[in-house]
């Protein structure tokens, strides 16, 4: 499976993006996706990760209410809409793959190369 980010940019503050990773390979509805960061001088954290059905999907606390997850599988695509973007949430944004079930650990079996995303105060 190989995964490519997109849709990083630049923003302000209260403004929204929308991220997303297309995947290739066999057997994309067998994985987990998920959606972590790393801010500049930290270390990668878990943002959300979403089911093969988009039935369960998880977020950290920091972005609930404000982040919202979803795939398309007919597109082999995972979104991840982001509302009310804070300067905190400034860092590289991944999207991972994991077989079977999801983690809120690094313990991904794939991860794309990530997209930058900037939000200025």
């Known amino acids: 499976v190989q995964l490519q980010a997109s849709g990083g940019g630049l923003v302000q503050a209260g403004d929204s993006l929308r991220l997303a990773c297309a995947a290739s390979g066999r057997d994309f509805r067998d994985y987990f996706m998920g959606w972590f960061r790393q801010a500049p001088g930290k270390e990668r954290e878990f943002v959300a990760s979403?089911?093969?059905?988009?039935?369960?999907?998880l977020y950290a606390d920091s972005v609930k209410g404000r982040f919202t997850a979803s795939r398309d599988n007919a597109k082999n695509t995972v979104y991840l809409q982001m509302n009310s973007l804070k300067p905190e949430d400034t860092a590289v944004y991944y999207c991972?793959?994991?077989?079977?079930?999801?983690?809120?650990?690094?313990?991904?079996?794939?991860w794309g190369q990530g997209t930058l995303v900037t939000v200025s105060s």
């Open positions: 991972a793959a994991r077989k079977y079930s999801a983690s809120p650990y690094n313990d991904y079996d794939y």
């Open positions: 979403i089911s093969w059905s988009g039935g369960s999907i």
